[in-house]
């Protein structure tokens, strides 16, 4: 069974639409979770933390569902710069335990 | 804004030699990883480094590779005898407080083994 699932899309969106993307995790020690960004051939970088009371950041909202494990992501009026590779990551403890990465769900925006 | 940096971004080697991968993390991060990422592939963990010894490794991260911090500002990784399936995206990270906290990463070396 896979740490980390997500669909790995792609997802062909016209701008100002909203998509949503779902990850599934399967060790319930889990303690962290994020969304990361991945444009193609470049680095993960982080766009933003989830928290079990869900969170909001301009026009993305993440929320997390302990019970199910399982968390999402949702963008508002899609940009054309939103087009990446989304990554779901968790991290099953403190200190330096490491990040696991889902394979990440591609998103294209077009105009 | 301090960036981890990487050096460098592009390395082709021959199967059997000897690489070394170079990080400057953030100034003030403690913690310190590498990560890989084969092409088309989700991105793996590989070893992460604190206190100036292994924190925790990975399967992958066998006897072929090791980790040195050879100063107070360099993390490097070294590959011993590359193989073919070594060929990836090679990420280093650093973060303040351990990976709750957001870890930055560099901009990644591309291995390339021939």
């Given amino acids: ?111 | 804004e301090p960036e981890v940096t990487q050096t460098p971004s592009h390395q082709v080697t021959q199967m059997g030699q000897e690489v070394i991968l170079r990080c400057v993390p953030i100034s003030n991060h403690l913690y310190f990883y590498w990560y890989r990422q084969i092409l088309g592939q989700k991105v793996e963990f590989l070893v992460s480094f604190y206190n100036n010894e292994i924190s925790e490794k990975s399967e992958i991260f066998d006897d072929q590779f090791s980790v040195e911090r050879p100063d107070g500002s360099n993390f490097t990784l070294k590959i011993r005898s590359t193989k073919l399936e070594d060929s990836a995206m090679y990420f280093c990270a650093s973060s303040v407080e351990g990976s709750n906290t957001e870890a930055f990463f560099g901009q990644g070396t591309r291995l390339t083994v021939v």
């Fill in chain 1, 1 to 111: 069974r896979k740490e980390v699932e997500q669909d790995p899309g792609p997802f062909n969106v016209p701008e100002g639409a909203t998509v949503a993307f779902n990850c599934t995790y399967s060790n319930s020690a889990s303690q962290s979770f994020f969304w990361y960004r991945q444009d193609c051939r470049k680095e993960p970088k982080l766009l933003m933390s989830v928290y079990s009371s869900g969170n909001e950041d301009g026009r993305f909202t993440a929320q997390l569902n302990r019970a199910s494990q399982y968390i999402s992501l949702l963008i508002r009026d899609s940009k054309l710069s939103d087009s990446a590779t989304y990554l779901c990551v968790v991290n099953t403890g403190s200190g330096n335990t490491p990040l696991v990465f889902g394979k990440g769900t591609r998103l294209s925006v077009i105009a």
